[in-house]
């Protein structure tokens, strides 16, 4: 029989292999993080018919003569090629986006299979799994050690949908603020005149408007004064008035000015910003102030000292006054519970690069102190002839709250380094606050899952905090080609695809994890429609092999007639 028949029949053969490796490039074209297959053709035995010679003195070698006797599919490549990434609504979809592949597990981590298709999804439990209900693996927040323990070995990844976030008391606050070098008072400067209708002025002709809800006595007591606390005035013992802060005044300018109307006599304000009242008249004068409706704040007498010279023996000086205050910020804590509290700064210029820090609360709360005082820390703060912080004081403080909290909560003052500009500074600038935070949270629940290019799954809680709860393994192989297909988008490590090297993504040549994508297909259309091609004139050719051989067959049984 002749040779080439057997040779079309391999032909045919082979050339069925490879239209079948096409044709499920074809049927995978959307199948997601599908890798095409290709057929490699190869040729099958030769029968030798004479073996080559060597020259032999006069005469020149000779070369084998040897006829094939078809060809085969010598293997079937798979090609991994990075496959497009198409852009989802769904967090939970991931892509790797180069080397490596998910794990995942059927059995509890006993064994793993591999995937490129990242459509996973949530289960009844938790559990992040595939479109099979395999369970991706990666590696757990560890609550003791507070951070996903790379160290330890892939687990099934879970994520409680009831997990909740407890509070954290607040133990540091950062302030970064500059204090203007010039001046005190720059803006309003000290008052030494009034003009013909008995108006306040200051050096500049401008109105004192000191606002009065940052005022200091003359202990360094804040009084913080609030909208709708009040204070009642009655002057020679006749009956109380009562003045309200934000309806009666708000300014400086305003209450002294109604002090002055009620009482006759001059009242003017000192270059300490302390209210002076000047008694010409001979005639004696009481002024008796009495505290009125108030919000978790002490007000007590606002009048400078008094000159004795025009009073009546038995009669009583007030001693105290107020100095306004430079700046002020403020910002809530927390404390053990998760209830917020707000701790408010208050800074007053005392000297060229001086300048004295009050730390005050509201609502009971205590710093360093007991509970309803205004006062709760007083400190200070010096800075170089460069403006950079020379000193600070104090450091920390201790705070407790009036709700039956941790008592004395320590936390740490950063206002920035000696030396360094990186917290209080004090240019010849504008004074203001460039930011404060701290570092304390309230409680909340989990409301939202996302994943990041390293695998780290987080969890943001409706505190508006996030944390890590999973990271997700990425396995990378020294032959990717080499790995078992089982169907469902999953392969299998095998003798020839090297062991599976289990990691970070980003670590070790694997690749990121691109959350919200998925990896298309790579299989290419123009490319698989052309193969389709080839194919079918590869195997009609091999079929006029086989009847053209047949012709000449029947060519030689009409010899025979």
């Known amino acids: 029989m002749m040779r080439s028949l057997w040779s079309g029949v391999s032909g045919l053969q082979a050339h069925q292999i490879a239209m079948d490796v096409e044709g499920n490039n074809i049927a995978n074209v959307n199948t997601v993080g599908f890798k095409y297959s290709r057929a490699?053709?190869?040729?099958?035995?030769?029968?030798?018919?004479?073996?080559?010679?060597?020259?032999?003195?006069?005469?020149?070698?000779?070369?084998a003569v040897q006829v094939g006797l078809g060809s085969s599919v010598g293997s079937v490549s798979k090609i991994f090629s990075q496959g497009s990434l198409?852009?989802?609504?769904?967090?939970?979809?991931?892509?790797?986006?180069?080397?490596?592949?998910?794990?995942?597990s059927a059995d509890g981590g006993k064994s793993y299979k591999y995937t490129r298709a990242g459509d996973f999804k949530f289960d009844a439990n938790g559990m992040l799994v595939d479109g099979n209900g395999y369970i991706l693996q990666g590696w757990l927040y560890d609550e003791e050690q507070g951070k996903i323990d790379l160290a330890s070995t892939?687990?099934?990844?879970?994520?409680?949908?009831?997990?909740?976030?407890?509070?954290?008391?607040?133990?540091?606050?950062?302030?970064?603020?500059?204090l203007n070098s010039g001046e005190y008072n720059e803006k309003t400067s000290s008052v030494f005149e009034v003009d013909a209708n008995g108006q306040f002025l200051t050096t500049n002709g401008d109105e004192v408007t000191e606002n009065l809800s940052a005022v200091f006595n003359e202990s360094g007591e804040k009084l913080g004064l609030k909208v709708g606390d009040s204070f009642n005035i009655a002057i020679n013992g006749g009956t109380p008035e009562e003045l309200v802060y934000g309806t009666d005044f708000s300014t400086v300018e305003d209450l002294r000015s109604i002090l002055a109307n009620r009482t006759g006599v001059g009242v003017s304000i000192n270059s300490d910003g302390k209210f002076m009242v000047e008694n010409t008249g001979g005639t004696a004068l009481q002024i008796d102030i009495s505290e009125g409706t108030q919000n978790n704040e002490n007000f007590t007498n606002l009048l400078s000292p008094l000159s004795t010279a025009a009073l009546q023996p038995g009669f009583s000086t007030y001693s105290q006054g107020m100095a306004t205050a430079t700046h002020g910020t403020s910002i809530d804590v927390?404390?053990?519970?998760?209830?917020?509290?707000?701790?408010?700064?208050?800074?007053?210029?005392?000297?060229?690069?001086?300048?004295?820090?009050?730390?005050?609360?509201?609502?009971?709360?205590?710093?360093?102190?007991?509970?309803?005082?205004?006062?709760?820390?007083?400190?200070?703060?010096?800075?170089?002839?460069?403006?950079?912080?020379?000193?600070a004081n104090p450091s920390t403080l201790k705070f407790t709250g009036n709700n039956g909290s941790t008592e004395n909560q320590v936390i740490d003052l950063d206002l920035g380094?000696?030396?360094?500009?990186?917290?209080?500074?004090?240019?010849?600038?504008?004074?203001?606050?460039?930011?404060?935070?701290?570092?304390?949270?309230?409680?909340?629940?989990?409301?939202?899952?996302?994943?990041?290019?390293?695998?780290?799954?987080?969890?943001?809680?409706?505190?508006?905090?996030?944390?890590?709860?999973?990271?997700?393994?990425?396995?990378?192989?020294?032959?990717?080609?080499?790995?078992?297909?089982?169907?469902?988008?999953?392969?299998?490590?095998?003798?020839n695809s090297g062991a599976a090297m289990i990691g970070e993504a980003g670590a070790g040549g694997r690749g990121m994890v691109q959350a919200s994508y998925l990896e298309m297909s790579n299989v290419d259309l123009s490319r698989s429609l052309t193969k389709l091609i080839v194919v079918q004139r590869g195997f009609q050719s091999n079929s006029k092999t086989i009847t053209t051989s047949d012709q000449m067959l029947n060519t030689l049984l009409q010899l025979k007639q």
Do not use: C
């Open 40 to 63: 490699n053709f190869s040729d099958m035995l030769s029968q030798t018919s004479k073996i080559a010679s060597a020259p032999d003195g006069g005469l020149g070698g000779t070369n």
């Open 86 to 104: 198409e852009k989802t609504d769904k967090n939970t979809d991931m892509a790797i986006s180069g080397d490596g592949f998910f794990t995942v």
């Open 154 to 178: 892939v687990k099934d990844v879970k994520v409680d949908s009831s997990l909740t976030m407890p509070a954290k008391s607040t133990s540091s606050i950062r302030l970064k603020a500059n």
């Open 417 to 495: 380094s000696i030396g360094g500009f990186g917290g209080l500074t004090s240019y010849n600038a504008e004074t203001k606050t460039a930011g404060i935070s701290q570092d304390g949270f309230g409680a909340g629940d989990l409301v939202d899952v996302a994943v990041d290019p390293s695998g780290v799954v987080s969890g943001t809680f409706s505190n508006g905090k996030s944390i890590g709860l999973a990271q997700v393994a990425v396995t990378r192989f020294t032959n990717n080609e080499g790995l078992m297909s089982e169907g469902g988008n999953i392969y299998l490590e095998s003798a």
């Open 334 to 391: 927390l404390d053990s519970l998760g209830s917020k509290h707000t701790v408010r700064f208050d800074f007053r210029n005392v000297g060229e690069g001086r300048w004295d820090m009050k730390i005050t609360s509201a609502g009971g709360t205590s710093i360093g102190g007991t509970p309803n005082e205004n006062i709760l820390l007083g400190g200070s703060v010096t800075f170089n002839s460069d403006g950079s912080l020379a000193s």
